[in-house]
């Protein structure tokens, strides 16, 4: 079965760590672009961070740069978030999310693309005193 | 930031046509894509690329694109189709993802 599950969430001080691990299966691990994707406590969707399918190139959302740190381990079929200096506003459910863009060619020019087709449900940090 | 715009809510009788907008400057030079968030679930992806659903998804979901709205049609709505649906596209740059705020789809 195609899947990612997330796993790692807990509950955390403001300014302490967390490590969250996404296993994923049933597809070719390192075919793929990974990301997180975050959601606040009945709030929407927000991209936190992407890494490409060898590791060589990663990117971050403003409100995550320099506090957290994307990885992944291919031979492991794995990707992970190292989240430092954790602040309230980081509690959310963190979901792993496969990753596909690219540029396609058309008449008029060049059109990005840019989606998540596969999602895992989530693991939960909570960032509290 | 760059922003898309999602009615916070639609309401719709079984069997009825439900359409969720969204909003933003950049749609006419980004693909647009759909995903439905049903509670405790992980989203799912409708449709991508403005208009093209992925193998698995019922022909009753449709997208659609005019200059800087992007539309989701959904066709003889089931109260199955209860959920959360959100927008998303690249910003300007095409270098990171942006949701729209979510429309809570409430069927009648």
């Known amino acids: 079965e195609v899947q990612l599950v997330e796993s790692g969430g807990g509950v955390v001080r403001p300014g302490g760590s967390l490590r969250l691990s996404c296993a994923a299966s049933?597809?070719?691990?390192?075919?793929?672009?990974m990301s997180w994707v975050r959601q606040a406590p009945g709030k929407g969707l927000e991209w936190v961070s992407d890494i490409n399918w060898n590791g060589d190139s990663t990117g971050y959302a403003d409100s995550v740069k320099g506090r957290f740190t994307i990885s992944r381990d291919n031979a492991n079929n794995s990707l992970y978030l190292q989240m430092n200096s954790l602040r309230a506003e980081d509690t959310a459910l963190y979901h792993c999310a496969r990753l596909r863009r690219g540029k396609e060619d058309h008449s008029f020019g060049y059109v990005p693309y840019w989606y998540f087709d596969l999602w895992g449900r989530g693991t939960l940090v909570t960032v509290s005193s | 930031s760059y922003e898309l715009t999602q009615p916070p809510s639609v309401s719709v009788s079984p069997g009825q046509t439900a359409r969720i907008t969204c909003s933003g400057d950049?749609?006419?030079?980004?693909?647009a894509y759909w995903y439905q968030q049903k509670p405790g679930q992980a989203p799912v992806l409708l449709i991508y690329k403005d208009s093209e659903r992925p193998s698995g998804i019922p022909e009753r979901f449709s997208g659609s694109s005019s200059g800087t709205t992007v539309t989701l049609t959904i066709s003889g709505v089931q109260a199955q189709d209860e959920a959360d649906y959100y927008c998303?596209?690249?910003?300007?740059?095409?270098?990171?993802?942006?949701f729209g705020g979510g429309t809570q789809l409430t069927v009648l």
């Open positions: 950049a749609l006419p030079r980004q693909y």
């Open positions: 049933g597809f070719t691990f390192d075919d793929y672009d």
């Open positions: 998303q596209s690249a910003d300007s740059s095409g270098t990171h993802g942006v």
